[in-house]
Every structure is written in structure tokens, then in C-alpha cells.
């Protein structure tokens, strides 16, 4: 038996990939999640109104997510409905997280794998050619730093952001910071577009040299938006069965045990979801095949464009990212959109009673559906979970490693595009260690 | 002229990346420094010669170790980034007798990094010319130290830099807690019965959370005047801020000030003031090298 371990880089946190081989078969292939902290021990005993801070420390890519999770789950537990004025920022806050987020993983993780470079800081070294690609790191950086200007206005701080608070906000945005942001993002999306653009040609490129765009059988999907509008506050799980079509099941977060099985692994501190015994996805793909249209503009021609060239649904690996793209421009037109209406109004948070009991909060993370619990007892935490996106996606990325490595292991040899197919594809689904371990 | 960019890395440890990604928002980096190690956006297998290491993370696993020790031989100077790096940070609310079993439990997986008994400063390992506290620190934070720390301009505590007034006639009986009521603009929020700790806080941050309407839960650490002596000095002084804009009981305060989203950053600098504590002989890290 030969074990191929390859490291991983351009994903958030430390993971690796070790295949197992014999005689020029591949026996398996594993994705290890190597870092643990233990946020649902470590949270035990803490006053429970004191998880919209501590929990956000998760991770610093997806904080906004636990943050507003946290919010929504003690919201359930006190039954409080924060008002309409909250819900708003509170989607803002969402799409700067999806802006900022999408941007970083297009641009700064996957790019690269596109023009064959080891970072994207490294093509202005290169010369490649001048006029799509001239500066474009700094581009880059320009749009998503966008993102979180916007998370920074919304929130507060763009990582570990504190203005959510149980029962609403704290405090709603003035007309004069919001019409500067929406300058700012008026300005970005042109840059937005042409680097999108700029992306999926030499993604069309890549996937001409590889002569696929990393097909892989049907998986289900999983989503916290709707088909139409689609909020990534969230409020419903969707499935989608393998075969397309409709919406199978539609359940609140606190009914996901129902559907969803969670389960530990030995080899990885990350454990890994599946449904009825199917390979279940989550991210950017699982929203462009359960979504029908995005309702701005230019996002939608990317959609609309996306569903012709690819069908619905789409499985190809490679996919994935360019799904991200149509999301990076959406949510810069959703939040221009909301920058137009009133957010300075009084009423931006409501008072509530602290009570014992079970909460959930779900919102779609750029990630995925992320569900928060806890289970509070005396006001502080006697249980909490953290279902957490990325576990969703883990059997899904075992599965595309193994379809990599037996397409560039033969009897014969190893063929070394196999080091980069691992990159391509652990980076397609854009994990998220420090939240898939916590 | 990019011949004689300075190089620098970052090597991250058990976190959450928020330092990385509060980096990469420092943008002007890119023109004036070679960024050669950061696995986070840069494919290299390890950390070559640089000028500046950055390391954020506590060292929670024995990979997190070899790598902190390999790395820091290459490096002119270290740089200690954020609460994790500097305590252990968050992962060391898990450093409690009732749940340390459930941690050992975890660390039984074959094929992982094994889990160190707590997750440890990396000064416990290493030597550090640097501490950069905050949780993350800001962008600006990260260029003042890739550029001229010592140029960096800030107040003292995060008080001067929030620019809500105090009042001397607006006294709470009571705290609200983190979570509770309205929040007036512009006025302390002390005065509005919150438990904010920005009158000893660290300054440099620019008071983001208060502005906001959120209170200072400490992420810069202590201010100083503090930064040397042990978390008591530190409580003291807090307590008597509170007594001279408040009428809210000292117990009380002193209640609110022993809370999990305090206590995470609290302690980063004054363990090491007080050997009682940690049982070793390390000596107080001197503010003359934290930022």
C-alpha cells in the first residue's frame, strides 16, 4: 500500500488529503481536518446571552454567519422577534459576509489554480497578459474589501462583528454612511464584473486543458435560501434529491436531525453529514441549483446563463466556483438595493426575558445552511452544537478527490497533475476548517 | 526596487484565521512587502528567511509546536499576533476542570495531531520580540507593524478614542447586562449601565465596538499602566471607574467582570505577572514591546 499525502493551502485553516493506493488502485481517499478547539465544550457554563460575542471566535472568514446565528438561536429559545428595521441590517450584515467572502475565495483561493500560480500576489510578477489580469490582485482586494466595509457598517467590525443583539440591533445606519456605501459598492461592481468575467474565461480555459470540468455522479443539495429572492438570513432547509426537480424536503433548523445525519470520524477532527445514505452538498452549486432567479440584474443574466450552459442541476466540481461568482455580484446589487431604503429608524431592537430551553438559529452562510443550538439551562449553556456547513460537504469532497485520483493514478504512475487536481477540487467547495472542527 | 522589499510571513496556528483575514484588508502591504508564506492565500511548503514572522494562533497540537519551531529559526524578527497568540485565547476557556475530560476524549483519534493538554502562548515555546494584542487587531494595527511600529500613534485606552461622553449625573443603580436595552448615541455607556471596559482597554483599536453601541469586552488587553502587573491591578482599577460614574454595587461589578467573554481577554498579559498562578518563571512581558 502506498499512502499520497498532500497538504493543503489557499482554504481556511489546516486540513490534509491522504489517498491510499495498491497496486495502482486507489483504496481510499480522506479528507483530515487536523485542528480542534472544542467551542461546544468550552462554550458549557457560559451565560448564554454571552454567545453573540464569544462564538464568532469560531472563525474570522465566517463570524458574521455564527455571529447572527447566535442571535437568531437565542431569539428562538426567549421567543422574541426582533423588529423589521433589524432584520434588514441583519440581512445587510449577511451579504457583506457573502461579498467579502466570495470575493477572497474566487480571487485570492482559486484563482491562482487558473493561471497556474501559487498566489494571486504573484501575477503582477509574471506579465501575463496585460489587459484583463494587469493589477488584478489589487482589484481583488478592492472588492472584497468592499465586503467589509459593508459587514463594518452593518456590524460594527467586520470580524467578530457586535451589533446584533438579542431582539434586534443595536443601533440602525445613517442615511449619509449608507449612501457612502452604496457609492462604494456602485463603484465595485463594475470591478466585481470584469474580474468575474475575466474568471469564468480562464475557467473555460482550464477546463479545456483538463477536458472536464471535474465530473462527478449526482449528489442532493442543501440550502438555506428560497428559489426566488433568496435571503441568506435564512429560514427553511431545502433539499434537493439527486435527480433535480423540486424541493424534496423543506424543514426548520430544529428539525434537522430528522433529515440529517451527523456523523464523527476517527481519522479528521471534522465530522461529516449525510442524507438517507446519500453525498450531500452544500455552498454556492447547491444555491445556483435551487435557486430559479436572482432578482438584480446583472446577477441573473450570470444565473440564467449559468443554468443554459450547464443544466440544472449542475454536478461538475469546477462548478462551484463559478456559482460563487454570480453570488460575489449579487449580493453587491441586493446590497445597493437595500442602501436606497430608510435604516435610521428608532426602533431597532426589543426588549426580551432571558429563558431556559432549547434554541435554534439558522442562517445560509456563504458556506451553507449553519445551524446553531443551545440548550440553556439556569441561563447559561448546558449544551451547544454547531452544525456547521462545511461538514455538510465533507463526504462530497472524499467522493471528487477519489473520482481526481483515480482518473491521474494508473498502474503505471502517478500523473503529478494529480497534486493540482487535489488543490482544484478541496478549493471548489471552499471549506472552512476552524468552523468544520470548532 | 522589489529586490530590496523586506519579506515577511505569517504562520497560523490553531485560530481563526480573523488575524490573516484583518491582514489582508491592510492592502497597502502589497506594494511595499513580499509576502512569501501564509498558507492561507499562498501555496509554500514552509517558511523560508524572512524579515518578519507573524504568528497568529495558540499552540493547541504538537504540529502547531514542530511548526512554531521550525518557523521561527528562519525569522529576524517574531511577531505575536492576536489574543490567541499571546494567551492561548479563546481555546483556553476549555482549560476548566469540568469539561477537560471531554477535550482528553477528543485527542484519543489516530491519524490527527495529538491535542496538548491546553492551548499555550506561543511564548511558552519560543521567544518573542513583538505582541500585537486584539482579537483580531485592526488592519491598521498590521501595517503599523509591517511598517514603523514605533511611529504608531494611539491613545492610551480605548475611552479616549470612543468619543461617547461621560456624565457625572446619569447613574445606574444597576448593570443592564451585555445584551439589554436601548443605546443612547454618544453617551458612555457606563452611564447607560453596560459593562464596558474601555477606561483600562488598550487603545490603538479605535474603539470600533463602542461606536457601534456594543460594549469594550477588552480584546487590546490591559492599557500600560497594567500591562505589567497582575489581573486584580487591572479589576481594581475597573471597578473604581465604575464606582465614579455609577452607583452600582462593587459586587455586582465585580460579578460581571468574572464572565466567559471577559475572561477571554482579561488575563492575556497579567498571568504572566503573577507566577502564583502559572507556576513557572516566566517574567511579565514589558510594554515596551507590545503595540
Known amino acids: 500500500m502506498t499512502t499520497l499525502t498532500f497538504p493543503l493551502s489557499r482554504i481556511e485553516g489546516h486540513a490534509r488529503v491522504v489517498i491510499d493506493v495498491r497496486d495502482g488502485s486507489v483504496q481510499s481517499a480522506k479528507f483530515q481536518a487536523t485542528e480542534f478547539r472544542g467551542f461546544k465544550y468550552l462554550v458549557k457554563g457560559a451565560p448564554a446571552e454571552q454567545m453573540p460575542v464569544i462564538v464568532p471566535r469560531i472563525c474570522g472568514v465566517c463570524s458574521t454567519a455564527h455571529h447572527v446565528a447566535s442571535v437568531k438561536a437565542l431569539e428562538d429559545a426567549f421567543s422574541i422577534t426582533p423588529p423589521p428595521l433589524a432584520l434588514t441590517i441583519r440581512e445587510l450584515l449577511m451579504l457583506g459576509q457573502l461579498l467579502q467572502n466570495q470575493a477572497t475565495s474566487l480571487f485570492i483561493f482559486t484563482m491562482p489554480d487558473r493561471l497556474g500560480v501559487d498566489s494571486i500576489f504573484d501575477v503582477d510578477e509574471t506579465g501575463m497578459d496585460g489587459d484583463t489580469l494587469a493589477g488584478v490582485a489589487a482589484r481583488a482586494l478592492h472588492v472584497r474589501q468592499a465586503g467589509t466595509h459593508l459587514i463594518t457598517l452593518a456590524g460594527g467590525q467586520f470580524i467578530h462583528p457586535v451589533k446584533a443583539v438579542i431582539g434586534g440591533v443595536t443601533g440602525g445606519i445613517s442615511a449619509e454612511a449608507a449612501d457612502a456605501m452604496r457609492v462604494e459598492l456602485a463603484d465595485a461592481l463594475p470591478v466585481a464584473c470584469a474580474l468575474f468575467d475575466t474568471y469564468w474565461a480562464h475557467s473555460v480555459a482550464l477546463s479545456e486543458r483538463l477536458g472536464t470540468w471535474g465530473d462527478d455522479a449526482p449528489a442532493c443539495y442543501l440550502t438555506a435560501v428560497g428559489g426566488t429572492h433568496p435571503n441568506y438570513y435564512g429560514d427553511f432547509i431545502r433539499l434537493m434529491g439527486c435527480e433535480g426537480g423540486d424541493v424534496c424536503a423543506q424543514f426548520p433548523a430544529r428539525e434537522f436531525r430528522t433529515f440529517l445525519t451527523v456523523e464523527e470520524a476517527e481519522y479528521s477532527y471534522a465530522a461529516q453529514t449525510s442524507y438517507q445514505g446519500n453525498v450531500l452538498r452544500a455552498n454556492s452549486l447547491a444555491r445556483a441549483n435551487l435557486v430559479d432567479s436572482l432578482d438584480t440584474p446583472c446577477a441573473n443574466d450570470y444565473l440564467q446563463r449559468f443554468h443554459r450552459e450547464f443544466g440544472r442541476p449542475a454536478h461538475a466540481i469546477l462548478l462551484f466556483d463559478l456559482a460563487r461568482g454570480i453570488e460575489l455580484v449579487y449580493a453587491i446589487e441586493r446590497a445597493i438595493e437595500i442602501l436606497r431604503e430608510s435604516l435610521d429608524g428608532a426602533e431597532t431592537r426589543l426588549p426580551y426575558e432571558p429563558r431556559d430551553g432549547d434554541g435554534y438559529g439558522l442562517v445560509e452562510a456563504p458556506r451553507g445552511p449553519l445551524i446553531h443550538h443551545y440548550r440553556i439551562e439556569n441561563g447559561l449553556i448546558a449544551q451547544a452544537e454547531f452544525v456547521i456547513p462545511t461538514v455538510h460537504n465533507v463526504l462530497a469532497i472524499e467522493r471528487a478527490l477519489r473520482v481526481a485520483a483515480e482518473r491521474y493514478i494508473t498502474p503505471e504512475r502517478v500523473n503529478l497533475e494529480l497534486e493540482r487536481a487535489v488543490g482544484r477540487v478541496v478549493r471548489a467547495f471552499d471549506p472552512c476548517i476552524a468552523c468544520a472542527t470548532h | ?291
Not at chain 2, 159 to 169: A, I, P, S, V
Not at chain 2, 170 to 194: A, S, W
Request: charged residues 25%.
Open chain 2, 1 to 291: 526596487m522589489k529586490v530590496t522589499m523586506k519579506r515577511f510571513a505569517v504562520l497560523q496556528l490553531s485560530g481563526c484565521a480573523g488575524c490573516e483575514v484583518a491582514l489582508l484588508n491592510a492592502e497597502a502591504w502589497v506594494e511595499q512587502y513580499k509576502l512569501v508564506y501564509m498558507p492561507l492565500v499562498i501555496s509554500a511548503e514552509d517558511v523560508p528567511e524572512v524579515d518578519v514572522l507573524l504568528i497568529s494562533g495558540g499552540v493547541r497540537t504538537d504540529e502547531d509546536l514542530y511548526k512554531l519551531r521550525r518557523a521561527v529559526k528562519n525569522a529576524q524578527q517574531v511577531v505575536a499576533v492576536g489574543t490567541c497568540a499571546i494567551s492561548g485565547g479563546v481555546a483556553n476557556l476549555g482549560d476548566r476542570d469540568e469539561v477537560r475530560a471531554l477535550f482528553l476524549a477528543e485527542g484519543d483519534r489516530p491519524h490527527v495531531p495529538r491535542l496538548l493538554p491546553k492551548s499555550h502562548p506561543v511564548d511558552a515555546f519560543v521567544a518573542v520580540d513583538l505582541y500585537v494584542p486584539g482579537c483580531p487587531p485592526t488592519s491598521e494595527l498590521f501595517m503599523a507593524v509591517l511598517t514603523n511600529p514605533e511611529a504608531f500613534q494611539a491613545s492610551k485606552i480605548v475611552c479616549q478614542e470612543c468619543g461617547r461622553r461621560k456624565l457625572q449625573d446619569m447613574r445606574p443603580k444597576h448593570l443592564l447586562g451585555f445584551q439589554q436595552g436601548e443605546v443612547l448615541p454618544d453617551i458612555c455607556l457606563i452611564n447607560q449601565g453596560y459593562v464596558c471596559i474601555g477606561s483600562s482597554t488598550r487603545g490603538g483599536c479605535r474603539a470600533p465596538c463602542t461606536r457601534a453601541g456594543h460594549p469594550c469586552v477588552g480584546c487590546r488587553g490591559p492599557s500600560d499602566v497594567f500591562i505589567e502587573k497582575e489581573s486584580e491591578a487591572w479589576l481594581t482599577s475597573i471597578k473604581r471607574v465604575f464606582a465614579s460614574l455609577t452607583d452600582v454595587p462593587d459586587e455586582e461589578v465585580g460579578a460581571a467582570l468574572r464572565s466567559p467573554q471577559l475572561a477571554l481577554f482579561l488575563f492575556q498579559f497579567s498571568d504572566y505577572a503573577d507566577n502564583k498562578t502559572v507556576g513557572g518563571d516566566r517574567q511579565p512581558r514589558p510594554k515596551e514591546k507590545v503595540l
